[in-house]
Each structure stands twice: as structure tokens, then as C-alpha cells.
């Protein structure tokens, strides 16, 4: 067993762990953090994503071990301490951006890194920074119209819906 | 699933981890990005007893173009090779081809070195660096080797790299100016490994093709450097009669395995497809 | 001073957020803050986990398990095999189609992955430690994969345990491979108008096999109190009370004493309807060691052995008059059901509601005859948004239409349109013995063809033909054409039960004296947004606004006992229960108004959220006034409370229908296809929330998208499954995925109290029949006539090479 310590959405924490266990198990198991959820063991749904140090990663294909002495971020860490939510959480429910909501948690920690990365997208730039999350309900559209609207909010720029 | 059990290092530079690769039974591995090796410790296809993580080893990052040559560290990820504009400045087909590869969780981990390294034929990078006649930098226990990409690759997963050798570092000598350069993959998907795919950089001297190199992906059990092909278009306008040769010859070399992504006709046959777009492609974009 | 102006009638309406508006939704609060609350969210005290050890062989006789090993492991607590299972007459478990299913291997498997040994231990990675560590001696005997050849003379007995048995669940059985076989129609008349049919088409018309892979897999717990004899069940349920009555009948625990609750669930599909070996082992586990047991399958579990979808081998035969009027429709179905009957069908439809193969045409006879058999393939074959095999039969039917057109030298859409059902012909009766309840087929699919302007797209079409063969395009332009009538909400209790329980489905509806709603369904969403929906049903029947009302599903200990959320039947039947159990209400406050106001209950009407005196508007009581009252003071005789429970029965199935219209471009040197356009136009009768309505439609086009241009789940020679990991099982990305077009006309249904039909299996049904037609109307030109699904680019570069386009 090894001690592995972190900060998780703002918060130092540590905890012994076998050199296997994978950073989502550190998460959901030994912190009780169950937002970002697991949808295969391929790597390949997306649906662990958290924001390790400033990158959008796969936290089932890291190991807890690996991210010693980072800085993780997870849904449960995107809205303000006074409750307020981050705009993509506003914006996924205002543009039904959701059905089921198990590769949410992951798609919005996603699609905050996406809009550091590039503040204002282009649709196609919004679908391959998001290719990384599957989606089983929405057919991602309304998806991508509630990143749209968040970058717009963002921005300080009027939100457009696109013309069908 | 559950990846089986093992002890984890972390050295802080590279002769440190070459030391412990060395000192350590031969089921020890490198942890480069962790996105080839990690998915098949979970499905227990790799049980090492060991891990090495190269991610706090500061020596094998790092980007430099200078004087007409690249060298960029081995633990550099995908993402900071898209990021970097002295890449793209000096050879935009690295650029081109990293975004072709995974999903962008797996390049913010993913390293080139990794790709370059494990021997995977699927992976991208070997072919493309056999393309650029790179050379791979090999840090061990007692000092440094360097090997040619075009002769680095044996079989699937059997490379040149001697057991206690680390790819530490990947040299390329930048194109010329005014090269022209193209990857072009086929997949079934974002995320999907190629089909097939092609990698051609050539230059262009009064119209005609000068120089050219073609490499190919995942349609053999290793990278493919296509020298034939290559050379049925050098000295021509790119013409259909020379794009048909180089196309045969490409088919010719091609013996990919047959999966989902289609028969082993089918595979050689794209093969064939994605050289002819990418010398059609890097033509066009030659000055 | 002056008094505020009062908020008209539009105003309050809008406040309620009622039905027809786009409120957004309740769940997603909780959603977007990683605070659902899912399976494997949930932690006990003390609970285990349990893996299993699964079958590397389809077919094979097992000689022996060795489990010390395993048991051997530190933090192991038990290992399951069928001998322990036996001990309690849980080795094996009934089927919801009427078969038997092996719980863990008992003497022999049966496809490759059957679960054959459980293990328990105190964490998951134990688990699969543990599991890896089981040694099982296997004797391979002959594999039977190709459903073709399952009833030959020689071919391999698969169900020993089925041996000398000729009756099955479904009648008579004709080999020892042989499920079912089911018939309806006149087969004399229909034969006959084949003998004098003008024109007539017969295509094998395969529709391969799929997964449905919610993006959640199948999870449970199973939690036993040793001392007061409870069973707690946390689980992937989309029919929860269902599972708490299976578990009653095979187990010696009393139904009162058995809790079942679906909390959230991450994706349904049809995959979480049946119960699974997992199910059974945790709880069995649970009972052996007293503590509660999780288990949750990785995905390649998922894929490879719950409930696979599909792999129906339909022979359609359709008889015509030259100038293109339909005589006659014969269709027989092979169904490959894998190595047990597991389907999730209404008992007494072994072939589901596939007898919905006339689709939106008006077939004056027809005859359909399915054969069911065993192979050795996981088990199962409803499910996937198949409104009970529709989307089976609905590509059959809209395939065979359009090859039919061709021959007939017909336009696709003109073919159609000459042989819809009329909207004077509702109710229809069927020549297969439906009686679809509402459409406009001609409406409908002529406000789609405006949209798209389908008379320049085939103009644009035969332009591009034409340089196709002068070598200046290597593309080839396709329109694919699907006109849908599904057949959901199943259903009456004549004809529609679950293992014996007729499929009604429920509400109950509580007011608090404050004028605040507690609703409880039998229904339960799996990403539906029944939270946000049905409140808004209550609040336009009852006057109160939706945002208080708060609706639960899931618990079987305080919802009214529903048969489920699938087959779309979610809005036709619970919807419809609230709707009646709305109206009790309703008509209850109207009589506690009245006595308030002191007039007849006849001189009250009511205004969007009050009861009002007619021609006297000013004396009125507002809901919330009367939920008070109902709790202070009622008329004299009248029980107090305000609160009504509906037990709905429907009367008939409804009958959505859409017409969809894909425009895809096909490279033929790659086999690839860019998908230009996909416009979607559905009927589901009345329409509760539009954002809502539309996110169903996006989600399963998408689904359809997969599945007929490359998703599959295929077996080689040997029973070795392939596909079974999201590395080849084709899920989209949001680069993939098509941009979705939607549209709409409202049917109401007649026999429904809100007119509503449901919605969301039609994109699923429909929308793989447009992009399959469209491919193949790609090549049409060149003389192709059908193309089996899915097309994937191998595939269809190979239909270009054989038609010579490479040259």
C-alpha cells in the first residue's frame, strides 16, 4: 500500500492505496466522490473524466498513484462554494443537454477544459473536443448547442441558435 | 477489468529509470502516457510486476527546433505537440497526424515517445517517422545509443530497442522549406485506429516532384516505409500514370491483418487510396 | 389605491408550466451536479462484491470447476457455483418468454461468457482477482452458430434439458433446436393473391444482431436482514415490480418482504428490463453470507452476454398490380434467440407485436409466420427501443417496399403514398389483426417532402448519376425514404400480460394541504424525464403549477404497482393513469368548491388553475383553496383528503407514425458515407413536452445511425464472440453523428385521456430504415436491389467492387 495525497476540487486529500487502484476507484471509493462515472474498461466512453491539473483526462486509465501531489477537479467541484453554478451546468439544463445523466458529469468536466482551451468554438471544434464522451441519449446535439450557449455566456457575447 | 497487482516507481530523470529498468526483473515496463499499457494491464493482456513512471522525469520533455533540426523529448505529450508552433512551423505533419490520434483525453497523456516506442502497429507516429527519417535517442544503465526510425521497427511489438533501453528522445531533421506534407487515415471513427493511412512529405522543383517519402500504418505488422512507391513519382508531375505506380507498389508491400475494419484486400486496397490522396494533397500544398 | 391587475388565463396557464410547454427538466438539478444517485453510488455497511468467472467456450460439457484457488484469496467470502445455487432451486430461473435460463453453468455451457462461477469478496479487485483464479475443465462439444442450419437432421443438441420435450411455452416444438413457432394471417388468401399476383419480390431481408449499451451497465444489490427476513434490491430496473414478483416466485421470500428500488439509471434501452444471473447470485449471496452484495458488469460482460437485440432473418414476399397497388404481404422470420429464450416479450407474443409488418400500408391480406430456434449465442433478442420487435419488421417492411418500387420502375415515395392507409380508414383493422387507432399518413409525408424540396434532391440525384458515369464525381448520391407506424404502449390486459400480470400501469396522486402535489407511478425513467413530464400532465389536468409537483418512481414499497418503463409504453399507459387519476381529483375538488360557493356543481367551470362560477367569474376557489378545504372542511358525507390512485387498463395500443428522409453521399474508392440531411417528422398524438420529444428523437436516430452503418455484435465459426468492447462496437462520437432535423404533425389518439401516444422507440424504428434505404438507393442505378445492413465502409466498398466500379 502507498499514501497518495491530492487536492480534490479544493480540498487536501490522502489515503492509502494499492499501486493498482485507479484514480476513478480513488475517487468514487475512497472519497466518496461518485460524479464521474464508468461506462466501459477500454478507455474509450469518457465518461471518468476528470481535470487532472489542468488537462481533461480518462481517470480509469491513471493510476492514483500517478497523480500524487495534483490538483483534480470533478462535477462535484464545478460550482461556486456558495452554490452558484458554473455556467455549463446552467447551460446543460437550459438547453437539454441531457437525458439519462451518467456521461454528464464527465462531458461537462470535458467541455470546461474545452472552453479554456478555445473560448469560442466553432460547432465542429465543439464536436471534436467532445469526441472523447460518448453519449448514448442525446445524439450530442443538444449537447453542443449548450456549449455553444455557455461560451456565449462566457464570452459576454448574445447567444444565436443556429438556423435548422 | 481490475489490473493485477505490481510496485510503482517514480525516478526523477532518465538515467535514474534506465538504472531501475535495469536493476529490475525483465517483467518490469515504462509508464509513458499509460494509454496503450494501462488498458492492457486492465484486461490483464500486460501483468508487469513492475512499473516505471517516466512522468517525473524532467529530461525527456521538451521541444526544440534549431538549425534545421527537431528534437523533442520522448514523455512529450500529443496535446503540447499540437500546441507547439515551432512544430508546426518547422514540419506541420506532425501536427496534422497527432490530431488524428485517440480522442483529446488520451493526447492531453499520450506521448509521442510512447507511441514512437511500443511497437504497436496500429499507432501512428512510427510510420510518420520513418517518413521523416527521424532518429530515436536510446538512454540505458550505460549511456546512449542512437537507431534510425526506418530501422527501429521489426515486428509487431518487436522493435530494436534492447531490454533496458528507454526511447529518450526523438530527433528529426525539419523538412525543407516550402515542403509539402499530408496524413492521411482512414478509420471507422474518431479514436479508431487506421483502417489504413498514409504519410507522404516530398518538395517540388519546377513542377515536378523532387523529393518524397511515403509510410504507411497499421497495414502490416510493423510501420512501412514505401521506397518504391515513393520513388515512381519522383521526377514527375504527380500525373495519373505515376500516382497508379506508386499506388501498385504500395499495394504491393501491404500485408495487413484482416478485423472489423474489413478483409485484408480491403485494408491493402485503402492503403493504396489514402497514399494517392496524401501525395495528391501534399502536391498541391509543396511550393 | 389601485388594485393589481389579476393575471389572465394565459398568464397562470404559463405559470403552471403545463402540458405542450418545453419546462425544463427537474432531474437535471441534480444531474449537472454529479449528485445522482445510481447503483453503483451506493455504499452499506459491510457490503461485498461479487464477480464472475465466465465461459471461454460456446458449447462445451464442464468436467470440472476448481475453486480452491480462488477461495484461497485473502478477503474472498464465498464462491457460487450451480451446485450451491441447486441447494436452493435457484440453479436455473424462469424466463419472461417462457423458457428456462441456467442461473451459473449446470453440467455445460452454452455460449461463449455464460457466467459459471460467483465470486464474493470484500472489494472488486478481490473479486476479480479471485475470479481469474477458478480453474475450469471443459469438454468442447459441436457449436451451432448458423441459425440456418439448427434444425437440421444432424445438428448439435443444445438444450439437454429440454430433451423429449415437443410442447414449449408458445406450442408445438419441431426439432430439438426449435423454440416456437408463431402464424397469424390468412396464409389461403394470401397464397393465393401471390398466384395471381402481376408483380411479386422475395428478399432475405436480414436485420443483424445489436446491443442496446446504455452507457451504465446492468448493476445490482442485493441486501438480506437475517433477522427480520427483508430482501432489499437496489438495481438497473426498468421495471422494478416486475422483479420484485420474479423474485417472489422462484425464492421462498414473501413478496411484502422483498424491496425492490431502480434509484437512477443511466440508460435503459430494453438491456434492464429481464432479470440476469447477477441479479440472482447477489441476492443469493446476500441471503448466504448476510450481507449485502454489489455486482456490476464491466462492458464487455454487457455486450457479450445480456440482452443482445435483433438477429431476425425475414423473408418478405410482397404481391402488386403492375401499376403499383399492393395484393398481398407473406413474410417469414427466422429468429436466432441464442441459447435460451430470454426475450422481455408479453407473454403470449413469442415473435413480439412483429405482426406490425403491413406498417403504414393498406395490405388487404397478409401472412406472417416466425420460427424461433436456439444457437449458441447469448441469450435474449427484445430490446434496443424495439417497441417489441417493430424495429425488426418495420425495416423489413419499409425495405421491401422500396425494392418493390424499383421493380415496379416507381418512385419510393410515390409507391408509398399510393398504398397508405387512408385517414378515412381509421380505426384500421389489419389484415394481421391490429387496429391502428389514428394517422394521416398523406399529410404527414407531404408536409415532409416539402421540407426537403424531394423533388430537387432526385433532380439533383439523376445530375449526379449522370456524372458518375462520366467519371467526373466518385460519389453517389442516395435518398433513403422510411414511413413508419410503430405499435406501442402495450397493453390491454386481453391480450398483453407479463408472466400473468396484465400490463396496466399506474398513478397516484396526493395534494398536501398546502396546495403541493406528491405523485408516485408505476412507470420508471431511465432518462425519459418523468420527473419534469408527468408533473406536467398534473398541472394542466388539476390546476397546480409542476414545479409543485414532485414525482417518484422506483421504490415497489410506495409507487402503485406498473409493469415498466420500455416498449414506449410509458406515456400511453402511466400517462394516461395520471391523467385519470387527475380527473378524480379534479372532480372532487369541483364538488368542494361547489359547497363552498354554495351553487350546483353544474355552475362551476373551470379556468386553468380555479373553479369558477359560470357568468360569475369573481366567485371562484383556486385549487390551492380547495386543497386546504379538502383537509378542513368537505361537504357533509364526503371523506377528507384530496388524493386518488388509477389503476389504467388500456383499451387498444397506439399507433405513432413518422416519415423520415436521409440525404447521404457515398464515397465508392473507401466504402465511407457523409450524411448530408436527416429530417424526421413524427405523430405521437399530443405532445407534453416538445424539448423533451425532440431530445428522444435526437438520441434515437442516433442509436438507428449506429446500427445500419456499422454496429454489430457477430459470432465466428467457433461461437467466439466479436465486438464485444467499444473498440469495434460501433457508439459514435459527436463527430459521427449526423446533425437531426426535426419536425411533427399531432394525431391525437382517440382512446387515450390526453390523446398522447408516445414517442420514444419511433426514431429508433424509423430512423434505420432511411439510412439503409439510402445506401441502397445509392446504388440502385447500377442494379443493385438490396444491401444488407450494416453499412459499414468494408462492406459497402465491397457491393462497389462487385459492381465493377473499381475497374
Known amino acids: 500500500m502507498t499514501k497518495v495525497s491530492m487536492v480534490v476540487n479544493g480540498n487536501a486529500v490522502s489515503a492509502d492505496v494499492e499501486s493498482r487502484t485507479l484514480l476513478i476507484h480513488y475517487l468514487r471509493e475512497h472519497l466518496n466522490i461518485t460524479g464521474p462515472h464508468i461506462g466501459c474498461e477500454t478507455s474509450h466512453c469518457g465518461a471518468c473524466t476528470v481535470d487532472l491539473d489542468g488537462k481533461s483526462v480518462k481517470s480509469c486509465t491513471v493510476f492514483a498513484v500517478q497523480a500524487q501531489g495534483s490538483d483534480v477537479l470533478t462535477i462535484e467541484g464545478m460550482a461556486a462554494p456558495d452554490g452558484k453554478l458554473h455556467v455549463l451546468q446552467e447551460a446543460f439544463r437550459e438547453m437539454h443537454g441531457l437525458q439519462c445523466g451518467y456521461c454528464t458529469p464527465g462531458m461537462i468536466t470535458r467541455a470546461y477544459r474545452l472552453l479554456k482551451e478555445n473560448p469560442s468554438p466553432t460547432e465542429a471544434e465543439i464536436r471534436m473536443g467532445i469526441s472523447g464522451n460518448l453519449c448514448r441519449c442525446t445524439g450530442y446535439q443538444n449537447i453542443v448547442k449548450a456549449i455553444q450557449y455557455a461560451a456565449s455566456k462566457i464570452n459576454g457575447v448574445e447567444y444565436k441558435e443556429a438556423a435548422e | 477489468m481490475i489490473p493485477g497487482s505490481f510496485e510503482y516507481h517514480r525516478p526523477s530523470n532518465v538515467g535514474e529509470a534506465a538504472a531501475l529498468l535495469a536493476s529490475l526483473d525483465s517483467d518490469a515496463r515504462v509508464l509513458a502516457g499509460g494509454h496503450s499499457l494501462i488498458p492492457m494491464m486492465r484486461l490483464r493482456m500486460a501483468q508487469p510486476s513492475h512499473l516505471i513512471d517516466l512522468g517525473g522525469c524532467a529530461d525527456l520533455k521538451g521541444i526544440q527546433v534549431e538549425g534545421g533540426e527537431i528534437v523533442i523529448g520522448a514523455m512529450t505529450t500529443q496535446h503540447d505537440v499540437i500546441a507547439s508552433d515551432a512544430l508546426f512551423a518547422a514540419a506541420p505533419i506532425l501536427r496534422e497526424t497527432a490530431m488524428l490520434i485517440a480522442d483529446p483525453q488520451v493526447r492531453y497523456l499520450g506521448t509521442i515517445g510512447g507511441n514512437a516506442a511500443n511497437g504497436d502497429p496500429g499507432n501512428d507516429m512510427p510510420a510518420l517517422m520513418m517518413t521523416l527519417d527521424a532518429t530515436y535517442v536510446l538512454r540505458s544503465g550505460t549511456g546512449e545509443r542512437r537507431v534510425k526510425a526506418r530501422e527501429f521497427y521489426h515486428g509487431a511489438y518487436d522493435t530494436a530497442a534492447a531490454p533496458g533501453e528507454i526511447l529518450a528522445a526523438i530527433r528529426v531533421p525539419a523538412p525543407p522549406a516550402g515542403h509539402g506534407s499530408a496524413y492521411e487515415k482512414l478509420k471507422r471513427k474518431v479514436g479508431d485506429y487506421a483502417t489504413a493511412a498514409a504519410a507522404v512529405v516530398l518538395t517540388k522543383a519546377n513542377g515536378r516532384v523532387a523529393t518524397c517519402a511515403i509510410g504507411l500504418t497499421n497495414v502490416s505488422d510493423k510501420p512501412l516505409l514505401a521506397e518504391a512507391a515513393a520513388a515512381a513519382v519522383i521526377g514527375s508531375a504527380l500525373d495519373k500514370a505515376a500516382l497508379d505506380t506508386a499506388v501498385a507498389a504500395v499495394e504491393a508491400i501491404c500485408e495487413p491483418a484482416e478485423d472489423q475494419r474489413g478483409s485484408a484486400e480491403y485494408r491493402t486496397k485503402m492503403a493504396g487510396v489514402m497514399t494517392r490522396r496524401a501525395l495528391t494533397r501534399a502536391f498541391v500544398l509543396a511550393k | ?534 408533473a406536467q400532465i398534473i398541472a394542466t389536468e388539476i390546476g397546480i403549477p409542476a414545479d409543485d409537483i414532485h414525482i417518484e418512481e422506483g421504490n415497489t414499497d410506495t409507487a402503485p404497482y406498473g409493469l415498466g418503463t420500455y416498449g414506449s409504453r410509458s406515456t400511453p399507459v402511466a400517462g394516461a393513469a395520471i391523467a385519470m387519476a387527475a380527473r378524480k381529483i379534479k372532480a372532487k375538488a369541483q364538488m368542494i368548491a361547489a359547497f363552498m360557493l354554495e351553487v350546483h356543481e353544474g355552475d362551476l367551470e373551470f379556468d386553468v388553475d380555479r373553479f369558477r362560477v359560470k357568468g360569475n367569474p369573481e366567485a371562484f376557489k383556486t385549487m390551492s383553496q380547495l386543497a386546504w378545504a379538502a383537509y378542513n372542511r368537505v361537504p357533509p358525507g364526503m371523506e377528507p383528503g384530496l388524493e386518488a390512485v388509477s389503476y389504467y387498463d388500456p383499451p387498444n395500443m397506439t399507433y405513432p407514425f413518422g416519415a423520415y428522409i436521409c440525404v447521404m453521399d457515398i464515397d465508392v474508392d473507401t466504402g465511407t458515407h457523409k450524411v448530408r440531411r436527416f429530417y424526421a417528422l413524427d405523430d405521437c398524438g399530443t405532445r407534453i413536452n416538445p424539448m423533451i420529444i425532440e431530445g428522444q428523437v435526437h438520441g434515437g436516430c442516433t442509436e438507428g445511425y449506429a446500427i445500419a452503418m456499422g454496429q454489430e455484435i457477430i459470432y465466428d465459426e467457433m461461437g467466439n464472440v466479436k465486438g464485444a468492447s467499444l473498440m469495434d462496437f460501433f457508439l459514435p462520437t459527436a463527430v459521427e453523428t449526423p446533425h437531426w432535423e426535426t419536425d411533427y404533425t399531432v394525431t391525437p389518439s382517440p382512446h387515450h385521456p390526453i390523446g398522447a401516444k408516445g414517442v420514444g422507440e419511433s426514431p429508433n424504428v424509423g430512423s434505420v430504415p432511411a439510412f439503409s434505404n439510402a445506401v441502397n438507393d445509392a446504388f440502385k442505378f447500377l442494379g443493385s436491389t438490396h444491401i444488407t445492413m450494416p453499412h459499414d465502409a468494408y462492406r459497402t466498398w465491397q457491393v462497389a467492387a462487385k459492381l465493377g466500379l473499381h475497374a
Not at chain 3, 388594485?3 to 389572465?8: F, K, L, M, N, T
Not at chain 3, 440476469?276 to 441471503?287: D, K, L, T
Not at chain 3, 439523376?462 to 433513403?480: C, N, P, S, V, Y
Request: glycine share 8%.
Open chain 3, 1 to 534: 389605491m389601485n388594485a393589481p391587475v389579476p393575471p389572465s388565463s394565459a398568464e397562470r396557464a404559463e405559470k403552471l408550466q403545463g402540458m405542450g410547454c418545453k419546462r425544463k427538466r427537474v432531474e437535471d438539478v441534480r444531474f449537472t451536479q454529479g449528485r445522482g444517485n445510481y447503483v453503483d453510488d451506493i455504499k452499506l455497511p459491510g457490503m461485498l462484491h461479487g464477480d464472475f468467472h465466465r465461459s471461454s467456450h460456446a458449447h462445451a460439457r464442464i468436467k470440472s470447476i476448481d475453486t480452491s484457488k480462488a477461495k484461497a484469496v485473502p478477503g474472498v467470502v464465498a464462491v457460487l457455483t450451480a451446485e450451491e445455487l441447486k441447494g436452493v432451486n435457484l440453479a436455473w430461473m424462469p424466463t419472461l418468454a417462457g423458457d428456462v435460463q441456467m442461473v451459473l453453468a449446470d453440467g455445460k455451457v452454452l455460449f461463449q461468457n455464460q457466467e459459471i462461477a460467483f465470486v464474493i469478496a470484500t472489494d472488486r479487485y478481490i473479486a476479480a482477482d479471485a475470479a481469474d483464479l477458478i480453474e475450469v475443465e471443459y469438454e468442447p462439444l459441436p457449436v451451432l452458430v448458423d441459425p440456418f442450419k439448427a434444425m437440421e437432421a444432424d445438428a448439435p443438441v443444445l438444450r439437454e434439458d429440454l430433451a423429449g420435450k415437443t410442447t414449449g411455452a408458445h406450442g408445438p416444438r419441431k426439432h430439438h433446436n426449435h423454440i416456437f413457432n408463431w402464424s397469424v394471417g390468412d396464409k389461403d388468401l394470401t397464397d393465393a393473391a401471390f398466384v395471381k399476383a402481376e408483380v411479386s419480390t422475395k428478399d432475405l431481408i436480414y436485420y443483424h444482431r445489436v446491443h442496446p449499451c446504455p452507457l451504465e451497465t446492468c448493476q445490482t444489490i442485493c441486501s438480506f436482514d437475517k433477522i427480520t427476513g427483508d430482501l432489499t434490491i437496489y438495481g438497473t430496473f426498468q421495471a422494478p415490480h416486475v422483479i420484485r414478483t420474479v423474485v417472489a416466485l422462484i425464492s421462498s421470500i414473501p413478496e411484502h418482504k422483498i424491496h425492490v428500488i431502480s434509484p437512477d439509471i443511466g440508460g435503459g434501452f430494453g438491456n434492464k428490463v429481464g432479470a440476469y444471473p447477477g441479479y440472482i447470485c447477489a441476492a443469493v449471496a446476500s441471503i448466504v453470507t448476510g450481507k449485502p452484495v454489489k455486482w456490476v458488469e464491466d462492458r464487455m460482460e454487457n455486450l457479450s452476454t445480456t440482452s443482445f437485440a435483433r438477429d431476425y432473418h425475414m423473408t418478405a414476399e410482397i404481391a402488386a398490380t403492375k401499376e403499383g397497388r399492393v395484393t398481398g404481404l407473406r413474410v417469414h422470420i427466422l429468429a436466432d434467440h441464442g441459447a435460451f429464450d430470454a426475450c422481455a416479450d408479453p407473454s403470449k407474443w413469442p415473435a413480439g407485436f412483429s405482426n406490425i409488418v403491413t406498417g403504414s400500408y393498406d395490405f388487404p391480406v397478409a401472412h406472417l409466420s416466425v420460427d424461433g430456434v436456439y444457437t449458441n449465442k447469448a441469450p435474449g433478442g427484445v430490446a434496443y427501443r424495439c417497441s417489441f420487435r417493430v424495429t425488426e419488421v418495420a425495416y423489413c417492411i419499409e425495405r421491401a417496399m422500396d425494392i418493390m418500387a424499383q421493380k415496379l420502375g416507381m418512385d419510393p415515395v410515390d409507391f408509398r403514398m399510393k398504398n397508405f392507409i387512408k385517414r378515412e380508414q381509421f380505426p384500421y383493422q389489419s389484415a394481421l389483426g391490429w387496429e391502428y387507432d389514428s394517422g394521416d399518413y398523406h399529410m404527414a409525408m407531404e408536409k415532409a417532402l416539402g421540407v426537403v424540396d424531394y423533388k430537387k434532391l432526385r433532380e439533383e440525384q439523376k445530375a449526379k448519376q449522370e456524372a458518375f458515369r462520366r467519371g467526373e464525381t466518385r460519389d453517389l448520391m442516395g435518398i433513403g425514404v422510411s414511413f413508419f407506424t410503430e405499435i406501442v404502449g402495450a397493453g390491454p390486459s386481453k391480450n398483453c400480460d407479463i408472466l400473468g400480470i396484465a400490463m396496466f400501469d399506474s398513478a397516484e396522486i396526493r395534494i398536501h394541504p398546502t396546495g403541493r402535489v406528491l405523485a408516485r407511478m408505476g412507470s420508471k425513467s431511465q432518462g425519459q424525464g418523468h420527473e419534469t413530464t408527468w
